[in-house]
Each structure stands twice: as structure tokens, then as C-alpha cells.
């Protein structure tokens, strides 16, 4: 598509439920990114794909949250047994390949609340 | 760990005036890309400036330019002619060379231009 396109915009869910968070990339970019934000906060890093691989996951800040990625496209960030801390901005961003300089494309992102 | 520091968390500006954001980082890597985000409040990350560090010419792109300090790992970001719609946030960030892809945020300078 012409842009990195998530869904949903918005999700309100109750705290110990299970959600799924969507990203397409951008056709043809190997690598996608997923971030954090926090309120009034900078970008935490989550997890890099290149490809169908995640070779750094190191950001993932728990066992209930886990990501995965099919057919070098659309990927999704599930996060398990919600609580509140976990209510923020989720960016996904895409990019021609990672580490070279090219800079991202981001998502809309996806505004978590957990209630 | 390898951070980036955005040391004004708000800035004003009058609008037709000019407004430089400040930026420092630290990177053991000689060659790396550092580039500034805006967010506005629709929360899409707008990549404003890119700038690679083997480099010495700053980067400009219109009204937005960088003064780059390789030295003093120093990236600051210059806006001339403010225009109401610059008002968003700002990050700075460091994309590493080599095998580091991650991009790495400052926290954000909130910047707005009053009429």
C-alpha cells in the first residue's frame, strides 16, 4: 500500500482480556518496527523484524506480549492479560531495509486503553 | 546504553520568527544516521531531516535545516520562518550503523507556534 496502514485507531479493553494490534508495512519493505509511546513520552522500542524474523526482540517488556509476521507483510503485536500500565500509543514502521539510513515510515498507530 | 537527549521539554515561538531545537546523543559507532521527527497531534510521525554522519555538509530541506556536530555529538534542528503548522512534537533520533537498526528517540521537544 502507499502507506503503513494499523488498526484499529483506538481500542479500549478490560484489564486481564487479550488484544491483537495489526500493522501492514509498506509492499516491498523487508523490515517493520514496533514501538510504545507513553503518554508524553518518546518512542520505546518493542521488536524488529526483518523479513519473517525477529532477530531483536529485546524490547518486548514482558512474556504477555509476543509478535509475529507472516509472508514478509502484515504483522501483529498480541498483548496478553492486559493491565493498565500497558494503555499507550502503539506505532508499527516500516522501512526498505533496517540499519542503512533510510529512516522510517510510521503508522497511525493504535491508541491502547485498558480499563 | 546509547541515548539520545532532547534537553528542552517545551519551546514557543512567534510565528514568522526562528526556532532551534537542540539534540545531543551518544554512539560508539563512526558511521550512523541521526534524523527529526514531527508529531503532530494526529500522531503521524512525519520524517523532517535526515542526516548522515560520514557527512560534513549539514543537511536542509526548505524552512527546516540541522547544525551537525560530530564531534560534540551535537544535532540540532533549525526552523526559520515558523508557520502555525510546524506546532507538534519533535524528535530526535540516532539510527546506528553497522548491524544496529534501531532507531533511538530523545524524548521530545514540545514546540508551539503562537500567531
Known amino acids: 500500500g502507499a502507506g ?5 485507531s483506538n481500542k479500549v479493553t478490560e484489564k486481564g482480556k487479550d488484544v491483537e494490534l495489526r500493522c501492514d508495512p509498506i509492499s516491498g519493505h523487508t523490515a517493520l518496527y514496533w514501538y510504545r509511546q507513553r503518554l508524553g513520552q518518546g518512542l520505546e522500542f518493542l521488536i524488529y523484524f526483518q523479513g519473517n524474523s525477529a532477530p531483536d526482540k529485546s524490547g518486548l517488556p ?14 501483529t503485536l498480541t ?11 502503539y506505532l508499527c514502521a516500516s522501512s526498505a531495509d533496517g540499519g542503512l539510513g533510510y529512516g522510517y515510515t510510521f503508522g497511525s498507530g493504535t491508541r491502547l486503553t485498558v480499563v | ?10 519551546m514557543s515561538v512567534q510565528e514568522a520568527e526562528t526556532v532551534t531545537l537542540s539534540c545531543t546523543y551518544d554512539t560508539s559507532e563512526n ?14 510521525m512525519i ?23 560530530k564531534a560534540a555529538k551535537s544535532f540540532s534542528l533549525k ?9 507538534a512534537m519533535y524528535f ?13 528517540f530523545g524524548k521530545g521537544t514540545l514546540l508551539t507556534v503562537n500567531p
Open chain 2, 1 to 10: 546504553a546509547q541515548t539520545v537527549t532532547q534537553s528542552q521539554p517545551e
Open chain 1, 4 to 8: 503503513v496502514s494499523q488498526s484499529p
Open chain 2, 79 to 87: 526552523i526559520s520562518d515558523s508557520q502555525l503548522g510546524d506546532t
Open chain 1, 79 to 89: 498483548i496478553q492479560r492486559t493491565q493498565q500500565e500497558d494503555s499507550a500509543v
Open chain 1, 62 to 75: 514482558s512474556d504477555r506480549f509476543s509478535a509475529e509476521r507472516t509472508g514478509e507483510s502484515v504483522s
Open chain 2, 31 to 44: 558511521n550512523y544516521y541521526l534524523f527529526w521527527y514531527k508529531q503532530p497531534p494526529s500522531r503521524q
Open chain 2, 92 to 104: 530526535c533520533a540516532r539510527e546506528g550503523g553497522g548491524s544496529n537498526y534501531k532507531l533511538t
Open chain 2, 47 to 69: 520524517l523532517v531531516i535526515r542526516q548522515e554522519a560520514y557527512k560534513q555538509q549539514n543537511a536542509t530541506e526548505n524552512r527546516f535545516s540541522v547544525n551537525f556536530q
